[in-house]
């Protein structure tokens, strides 16, 4: 069976939707399938009239047996088309479908967007949910459709000591404030709306110059994905820095916002008074993976409005970190407050879940535990695998 999965977003790059597409290309190919994956561009030319038939030529090129598209509008958007040909030439393979959560959480409350979503479920032999909620979501819109559960899983990724050169690897570095005042969030987003990086900004420099005694940093991890908001998220943080440096003591301080390597984060970290939001393009994964080893990060900050299911959090717990995750259904779908995780649903209950865990390490210890002991038992490797293995063999193999 030879299987193609199309991603909304390039397979190479390292966010989440192909980090997922990555598991599970992985799961079915050692399962005995072959498996293909490229995302939507691959297939469609800029200038294409009819994005059906060119799914239906490189399903033929390929000698594709079914289709997995992951995110219900973005991917599968390209099996819609009105034109004669499509009318004339259906597509002859049959396809299930992974919600990616802005389909069902965004895409589908415009009216147009709606309607295509889902004409395209009617046609799905099957779809995959990541929580309850989007399960209910997706049922109500086509009560007939076959909706599975099945969650996010997270990989454990060792790093060799070695890989982390110079950084202070203390794993008990924040279990004594009187020791150390450092405190490094980090926050790994794509540059976009449903995302929201710019929700904490303002809030967080009033927390900084309020706390001046903290050597806060927040470093934001990430690649443009919408130009527009981009522009006005690093407008913001231009106008930030200005203001910033006209604090006669932070004036003499590094004002950079934009790290270009690893090494720029780190040496950023050790750079006490340095303006505290630093933003970095994505990282390779294995730095990345460095990073959140490393003991300068203290927290992990989630500022969707909306989420599926997301790795970026998924990630942190399985690496120990605690998550400060803004309040929404995929979001509460992983964080119970307090005890796997603190929610906000403001920038005031933020820095006050963010004083609680500074000020209490017995409850940011707590939190580690039972998050790290939650990813491990619900979130595993081998139940994905065994779960999309067995999916695509009911389905598509018959």
């Not at 479908?97 to 069902?104: A, E, K, N, P, Y």
């Not at 990630?315 to 605690?322: D, F, G, Q, T």
Request: net charge negative.
């Amino acid at each position: 069976m030879k299987i193609l999965i199309i991603s909304p977003t390039s397979i190479s790059s390292v966010s989440g939707n192909a980090c997922t597409v990555q598991r599970i290309q992985k799961h079915l190919a050692s399962s005995n399938s072959v498996c293909i994956t490229c995302s939507v561009d691959v297939i469609i030319s800029q200038n294409a009239k009819c994005t059906r038939v060119q799914l239906k030529n490189f399903v033929a090129k390929n000698g594709i047996d079914c289709i997995l598209f992951l995110h219900a509008y973005k991917s599968a958007k390209i099996l819609l088309c009105s034109c004669e040909k499509c009318s004339k030439h259906p597509l002859s393979v049959p396809y299930g479908i992974i919600f990616g959560g802005t389909d069902l959480n965004a895409d589908i409350l415009d009216e147009e967007k709606c309607l295509d979503v889902k004409e395209i479920l009617l046609n799905a032999k099957f779809a995959v949910a990541f929580t309850e909620d989007l399960r209910r979501t997706a049922s109500q819109l086509v009560p007939q459709l076959n909706i599975f559960i099945q969650p996010q899983a997270v990989e454990l990724v060792n790093v060799e000591p070695k890989a982390l050169h110079n950084v202070d690897f203390n794993s008990n570095m924040f279990t004594d404030n009187g020791n150390h005042n450092l405190y490094g969030f980090l926050m790994v987003t794509g540059i976009r709306p449903v995302k929201d990086p710019i929700f904490l900004l303002e809030a967080w420099m009033k927390w900084c110059k309020n706390n001046q005694h903290l050597n806060l940093k927040l470093i934001i991890i990430g690649p443009v994905i919408d130009l527009e908001y981009a522009d006005s998220f690093f407008d913001l943080l231009a106008s930030l820095k200005d203001n910033w440096t006209q604090n006669e003591f932070m004036a003499k301080q590094s004002t950079q916002f934009k790290a270009k390597s690893l090494d720029d984060i780190f040496d950023w970290f050790g750079e006490p008074g340095s303006f505290p939001i630093l933003y970095s393009s994505a990282l390779p994964r294995e730095e990345l993976n460095i990073l959140m080893h490393s003991s300068f990060i203290f927290a992990s900050i989630n500022s969707s409005y909306s989420e599926g299911m997301a790795s970026a959090v998924l990630e942190s717990m399985a690496n120990k970190i605690p998550v400060i995750a803004r309040d929404n259904s995929g979001n509460r779908s992983l964080v119970e407050d307090n005890k796997t995780g603190l929610l906000y649903q403001t920038c005031e209950d933020f820095m006050k879940q963010t004083e609680k865990l500074i000020e209490n390490p017995g409850l940011r210890s707590l939190i580690i535990e039972n998050a790290f002991q939650m990813v491990q038992n619900e979130h595993s490797i081998e139940k994905e695998k065994e779960f999309y293995s067995n999916l695509c063999q009911d389905f598509f193999a018959k």
